[in-house]
């Protein structure tokens, strides 16, 4: 695993450009961690169909914020040394924001396992203009929803003692800069 210090989340609500983002920092030779809940939802998708997905994660949020911190925690144990950062498409403080937006409580290990992460710093991305519902996909999420959900996730990393730092539409090459500049990169 690499040095915590140097896991460098990037979030925001959905739509934010974060997979777009991580894919140039990929694209730039950094390493990167792709989104879990993404990931979960193409799973539940496949074995339930996307309406079938949808409705039961309406049904069951905690679970789902489960399935996504458990893959979510096998992804970063799973990270190889490095020297330089790593930066990962979403972190596991993102489920405590997602059970808030839900209004549930998330399990105590949700906290416990985002604080041993020890992330470096979060990037909070904020809602691009022309949002995309992606409702094929299985998304659930409106403009609004995503702005809220951002909120919540830098509270989310800021109170487990996460440098957090804003990041405004712009574009991506913009993003990047600004992103590297403060990661110290």
């Known amino acids: 695993m690499p040095d915590p210090a140097r896991l460098v989340v990037v979030t925001g609500g959905p739509f ?12 730039r030779g950094f390493a990167t961690v792709d989104e879990a809940a993404i990931d979960v939802i193409g799973t539940l998708n496949g074995t339930m169909g996307v309406q079938g997905q949808r409705s039961w994660r309406r049904s069951h949020p ?9 893959l979510q925690v ?7 040394p490095h020297l330089g950062p790593v930066f990962l498409d979403r972190g596991i403080a993102d489920g405590i924001a997602y059970c808030a937006n839900a209004g ?5 290990t949700f906290r416990d396992r985002a604080i041993a992460s020890g992330y470096g710093h979060a990037f909070v991305l904020e809602t691009l203009e022309g949002f995309e519902t992606r409702g094929t ?7 609004e929803d995503s702005r809220r959900i951002a909120g919540l ?7 487990i003692g996460v440098p957090v730092t804003l990041v405004g539409r712009m574009p991506v090459e913009e993003r990047l800069e600004l992103v590297l500049g403060i990661a110290g990169v």
């Open 153 to 159: 996730i830098a509270d989310a990393y800021r109170s």
């Open 16 to 27: 934010s450009g974060k997979t777009t983002l991580v894919g140039v920092l990929a694209g």
């Open 62 to 70: 905690l679970e789902f914020q489960q399935m996504v911190f458990e």
């Open 104 to 108: 549930i409580g998330h399990p105590s």
């Open 74 to 80: 096998h992804r970063e144990e799973a990270l190889e």
């Open 137 to 143: 996909t299985g998304r659930m999420s409106c403009r």
